[in-house]
């Protein structure tokens, strides 16, 4: 169809706009990158800002690659993600299948207490006590177990579950499939959209998450990359400290930034194999309220 002239402006100024907001998002990538490859002396005399810089080096990150605290933490992320993932996907996806059964015994109740966790919070301090109690202090399973189980992606699996098609369950049944041989032979194979939306959610929360290991786990050797990252970042720059001087080994710029681009590889690496399933989860599920 043939566009009119205010339409072809229109369609034109739109354009070099998200052209404009593309560019803003991605330059802080961007910087990052570059610093984690420019020599830390070319970004001193440049006022610690360098977009284009003049040489290229790769030794902060084979600095980083060899470092054994940052393998260990790098670990220690990957570890804890997965596991976490996988139970917080399982639990949620068991739950959210009971709450979509109109007649389970206290299903209001539960759906109630759910959402009050939405609006209320216990506090760090009931928090810390009941990690203590457990015994959970300093484990990799406090860092696990801590947000599990997420209510809004419980919500979510639940409104994609209740679309499926109820005369499934009423031939399975027929059939002679048990309520959990239905769960596992016919609902997880249809929900792998919201399976790998809600697992990506997951994902990347527990990978990004550091405030846990700060509060209940004071063994270093078991604390996950992000915390890690956390501390490096607010290590102060040799050239800030009164008497340092500049020749050092590593770029200290330099490692931070290539710690900040190590840190989130994972994440642009596994979302393209679940992008195709992103949208679709997100829109089925959200379907219903």
Not at 75 to 91: F, H, P, Q, R
């Amino acid at each position: 169809m043939r566009l009119s002239l205010s339409e072809r402006i229109f369609h034109y100024i739109n354009y070099a706009l998200l052209s404009i907001m593309g560019l803003i998002a991605l330059f802080p990538v961007f910087y990052v990158l570059v610093v984690s490859v420019t020599p830390y002396l070319e970004l001193v005399r440049n006022g610690g800002f360098v977009v284009f810089p003049r040489q290229i080096t790769f030794q902060a990150y084979g600095e980083l690659l060899q470092d054994p605290g940052m393998m260990r933490a790098f670990a220690n992320s990957i570890y804890i993600t997965v596991v976490s993932t996988a139970i917080g996907v399982l639990l949620s996806l068991m739950l959210a299948y009971g709450l979509t059964n109109p007649s389970m015994p206290g299903r209001n109740v539960i759906l109630f207490l759910l959402l009050l966790t939405m609006l209320f919070h216990g506090g760090l301090i009931p928090q810390y006590m009941l990690v203590k109690s457990l015994g959970l202090l300093n484990t990799y399973w406090v860092l696990i177990l801590s947000g599990t189980v997420s209510v809004f992606n419980v919500l979510v699996m639940k409104s994609f579950i209740e679309n499926l098609p109820h005369n499934l369950e009423e031939a399975a049944l027929i059939d002679g499939t048990t309520e959990i041989g239905y769960l596992f032979r016919i609902v997880i194979p249809l929900s792998a959209p919201i399976i790998a939306t809600i697992g990506l959610f997951y994902a990347v929360t527990h990978w990004n998450a550091f405030f846990e290991a700060i509060l209940y786990v004071s063994d270093t050797d078991k604390h996950p990359l992000q915390t890690v990252l956390r501390a490096m970042l607010n290590t102060p720059d040799p050239s800030e400290l009164q008497g340092s001087t500049i020749e050092t080994v590593i770029p200290t710029e330099a490692s931070k930034m290539a710690a900040v681009i190590l840190s989130i590889i994972p994440v642009l690496v596994l979302y393209p194999f679940l992008q195709q399933y992103f949208t679709k989860g997100v829109l089925l599920g959200s379907i219903k309220g």
